[in-house]
């Protein structure tokens, strides 16, 4: 199995920018997507941003287009998400996830994913 560990999550205010990291773990990463989602309490896990490992094809949701950037780092089986223009609605905890396929589009949804970390929290003040 993939083994996940998120880090970077914290406490910035509205407007400022915060950098997440997943390290992924677990034989080969050849054909992997990863992804993002965040989750706030009571609420669904949404969607935030996808990638597919080969070729570096990006999902974004609606609301973080233009905001936040997804990227690896091939050398350190690492993820990024480069969040920029932070939003009090932003505030979440954060986890990555990711499968052992190659989706194209990467996908948005949860059920596509089968590794997950636990989780870094975010919390943006307004």
């Known amino acids: 199995q993939v083994q996940l560990v998120e880090s970077g999550g914290g406490l910035v205010q509205a407007g400022g920018s915060l950098r997440l990291s997943c390290a992924a773990s677990?034989?080969?990463?050849?054909?992997?997507?990863v992804a993002w989602f965040r989750q706030t309490p009571g609420k669904e896990r949404e969607f935030v941003a996808a990638?597919?490992?080969?070729?570096?094809?990006?999902s974004y949701a609606d609301s973080v287009k233009g905001r936040f950037t997804i990227s690896r780092d091939n050398g350190q089986n690492t993820v990024y998400l480069q969040m920029n223009s932070l939003k009090p609605e932003d505030t979440a905890d954060y986890y990555c996830a990711a499968n052992r396929r190659y989706y194209s589009p990467p996908s948005t949804s949860l059920h596509a994913y089968d590794y997950w970390g636990q989780g870094t929290q975010v919390t943006v003040s307004s």
């Open positions: 677990g034989r080969t990463f050849s054909n992997v997507v």
């Open positions: 990638i597919n490992w080969q070729g570096g094809s990006a």
